[in-house]
């Protein structure tokens, strides 16, 4: 069913140049001069690129339905980080196999096994995971604290139980379980 670019919402795919995208942010201008249009920022589902799109207000899309499965993320199939992905449905127990294509490192280094994601699928063909808002892992190596270091705003660099590398504040070490941002990678404070 086709919609207008003024109906497009952040999350909604389309169809845009004959390639699958999802819509990640979209801002209506009304420039002093000229005709209001839509911005939109999209994500090219098939190939990954993230690009700002000016649309007219009177274009029309494709809207397509995407499946937003909330799936466990079992293990790496190929054990060393970079895929194939095995999720699972926990209810009816099927396993898809998602390859490192369609999950960039970005996002896999933040994967904790039995960890629950969104598997964006269209039709049988996986696209992409939305991973949550913070992830709770471990610190598995990280140098200890100096002794008299009391300005808050040093950092010192950490590896989690994923390999992930963050930057974490000096007070934290060892064996201690931190929330990370997967967006950005950045800190949030001691789970």
Same mark, same amino acid.
């Given at each position: 069913?086709?919609? /207008?670019?003024?109906?497009?919402? /952040? ?8 390639? =699958?995208? #999802? #819509? ?16 939109? &920022?999209?994500?090219? =589902? ?10 007219? !207000? !009177?274009?029309?899309?494709? *809207? #397509? !339905?995407?499946? /937003?499965?909330?799936?466990q993320y079992l293990y790496d199939a190929g054990g060393r980080g970079n895929g194939p992905f095995v999720f699972m449905d926990s209810e009816t127990y099927d396993q898809i196999e998602v390859g490192n294509d369609v999950i960039p490192r970005?996002? !896999?280094?933040?994967? &904790?096994? %039995? ?8 039709? *049988? &063909? ?47 070490? %060892? ?5 990370? %941002? ?10």
């Amino acid at each position: 069913m086709p919609i /207008r670019a003024t109906e497009i919402k /952040r999350g909604q795919a389309l169809m845009y140049e004959g390639q =699958l995208h #999802v #819509v990640l942010e979209t801002e209506h201008v009304k420039p002093g001069k000229g005709p209001a249009y839509i911005q939109a &920022k999209m994500k090219n =589902l098939q190939t990954g690129t993230i690009k700002t799109n000016r649309l007219n !207000s !009177s274009d029309r899309f494709e *809207d #397509v !339905s995407i499946d /937003r499965r909330q799936l466990q993320y079992l293990y790496d199939a190929g054990g060393r980080g970079n895929g194939p992905f095995v999720f699972m449905d926990s209810e009816t127990y099927d396993q898809i196999e998602v390859g490192n294509d369609v999950i960039p490192r970005q996002q !896999s280094q933040w994967l &904790k096994e %039995n960890a629950e994601c969104a598997v964006l699928l269209f039709g *049988d &063909k996986p696209l992409g995971i939305e991973l949550p808002a913070a992830v709770e892992l471990m610190v598995t190596e990280t140098a200890p604290q100096p002794k008299g270091a009391t300005a808050t705003n040093q950092l010192k660099e950490a590896t989690l139980e994923t390999g992930a590398r963050v930057r974490v504040p000096p007070f934290i070490a %060892n064996g201690q379980v931190v929330r990370i %941002n997967p967006e950005t990678g950045e800190y949030l404070g001691k789970a």
